[in-house]
């Protein structure tokens, strides 16, 4: 198990040093391999780009792997990425409290009128559950 307090490891992270080094191919050679172009080989290695279902079935079949293998890593990671971003997100002010609380009065006013606020109404009732929770 992993500590909370830690990101997982980018799946091109464990691409590069679990498979690419180990076994001498460069990220030219992959991507001439797979069919993939080496600048997006280049930005999974780095990080900068994720794992998607076609390059994760690519992956395992160059590497005798699964493609779940591959997404697993991608969803812990960004799932616990996402978590930690959200905990860092301020809370909304008591001070707009008021403010949030007259504009869903006159929301209410206009209840399912399939208007543009029903989405509105609809996340700002998930939000009051969340707070409650």
Do not use: C
Not at 31 to 59: D, F, K, M, N, Y
Not at 63 to 73: P, S
Not at 74 to 82: E, K, N, P, R, V
């Amino acid at each position: 198990m992993l500590p909370e307090n830690r990101i997982p490891t980018h799946p091109g992270e464990i691409l590069d040093k679990r498979y690419l080094r180990p076994l001498g191919l460069s990220l030219a050679e992959l991507a001439e391999r797979v069919g993939i172009p080496e600048p997006s080989i280049h930005e999974i290695v780095s990080g900068q780009r994720g794992v998607t279902p076609e390059t994760a079935r690519l992956l395992s079949k160059e590497f005798d792997t699964t493609a779940q293998f591959w997404l697993n890593l991608q969803a812990t990671h960004d799932s616990t990425l996402m978590r930690s971003e959200m905990a860092e997100r301020p809370a909304i002010p008591e001070s707009h409290r008021g403010e949030i609380d007259r504009r869903l009065v006159d929301l209410e006013a206009h209840p399912g009128d399939g208007s543009p606020w029903e989405e509105v109404r609809a996340r700002l009732a998930r939000l009051d559950r969340k707070k409650i929770d």
